[in-house]
């Protein structure tokens, strides 16, 4: 058994060894006491695809590097920075699917396929799936896909929108639903799950290294 140590996040609780072995994931994230929605096939599937876009992100980033070195304009500086920074939150959102995959750790509420997109320099709404109204159950349930929004970005525009997101519409409910506990815990998550992202925080993956290794 190897092990690394990403800039990704982290978490109590032991961790599981070995792969997912039930074909419905019930319990990849009982640390954070919930449930994802997405099976250990549709798990497999995020996996090589992610992997496969990560494969594109480093070729982007080779060819803007030698874009650069050969003498581009500061836009072309502006571009690679951009690109290494969302390659960076790609690897680790890839970390923690392997880290579910593998341990039955950090898996994302949700998958989000396609990404989700939301500019916070825009005028646009938040593109939320749940209305954007403010009783308690409402609420509960916009925090909730804030949650997962957050745990399921793969560029640094993503998580930017997210806290933007956050900010806008915590202030907006009357204060009792604001205090919430549930609400609460699902904010404080979906904060955690960008930090991790932004590479803030070292999180520990256990791997099962090839026998010749």
Same mark, same amino acid.
């Given at each position: 058994?190897?092990?690394?140590?990403?800039?990704?996040?982290?978490?109590?609780?032991?961790?599981?060894?070995?792969?997912?072995?039930?074909?419905?994931? !019930?319990?990849?994230?009982?640390?954070? @006491?919930?449930?994802?929605?997405? =099976?250990?096939?549709?798990?497999?599937?995020?996996?090589?695809?992610?992997?496969?876009?990560?494969?594109?992100?480093?070729?982007?980033?080779?060819?803007?590097?030698?874009?650069?070195?050969?003498?581009?304009?500061?836009?072309?500086?502006?571009?690679?920075?951009?690109?290494?920074?969302?390659?960076?939150?790609?690897?680790?959102?890839?970390? *923690?699917?392997?880290?579910?995959?593998? @341990?039955?750790?950090?898996?994302?509420?949700?998958?989000?396929?396609?990404?989700?997109?939301?500019?916070?320099?825009?005028?646009?709404?938040?593109?939320?799936?749940?209305?954007?109204?403010?009783?308690? =159950?409402?609420?509960?349930?916009? *925090?909730?896909?804030?949650?997962?929004?957050?745990?399921?970005?793969?560029?640094?525009?993503?998580?930017?929108?997210?806290?933007?997101?956050?900010? @806008?519409?915590?202030?907006?409910?009357?204060?009792?639903? @604001?205090?919430?506990?549930?609400?609460?815990? !699902?904010?404080?998550?979906?904060?955690?799950?960008?930090?991790?992202?932004?590479?803030?925080?070292?999180?520990?993956?256990?791997?099962?290294?090839?026998?010749?290794?």
């Amino acid at each position: 058994m190897g092990a690394f140590l990403i800039a990704c996040g982290g978490g109590g609780g032991a961790g599981r060894s070995g792969p997912v072995e039930t074909g419905t994931i !019930a319990k990849l994230a009982e640390d954070d @006491q919930f449930v994802p929605a997405y =099976d250990k096939a549709d798990l497999s599937r995020a996996l090589i695809s992610e992997r496969g876009l990560e494969a594109s992100a480093e070729r982007q980033v080779r060819d803007i590097e030698a874009l650069v070195a050969a003498g581009s304009t500061s836009a072309g500086t502006d571009r690679l920075r951009v690109a290494l920074n969302d390659l960076a939150v790609r690897r680790r959102f890839i970390a *923690t699917l392997e880290s579910c995959q593998l @341990q039955g750790r950090w898996c994302p509420p949700r998958l989000d396929e396609p990404a989700w997109v939301y500019d916070p320099a825009g005028e646009d709404p938040v593109p939320l799936d749940t209305n954007l109204r403010f009783d308690l =159950d409402t609420w509960r349930k916009i *925090t909730a896909e804030l949650h997962g929004r957050a745990c399921a970005c793969r560029t640094v525009l993503c998580i930017d929108g997210v806290d933007v997101a956050i900010t @806008q519409l915590e202030e907006r409910p009357m204060r009792a639903v @604001q205090e919430d506990d549930t609400a609460i815990q !699902a904010i404080t998550r979906a904060r955690e799950c960008t930090f991790r992202l932004r590479g803030k925080k070292l999180f520990r993956v256990d791997r099962v290294l090839p026998e010749s290794e």
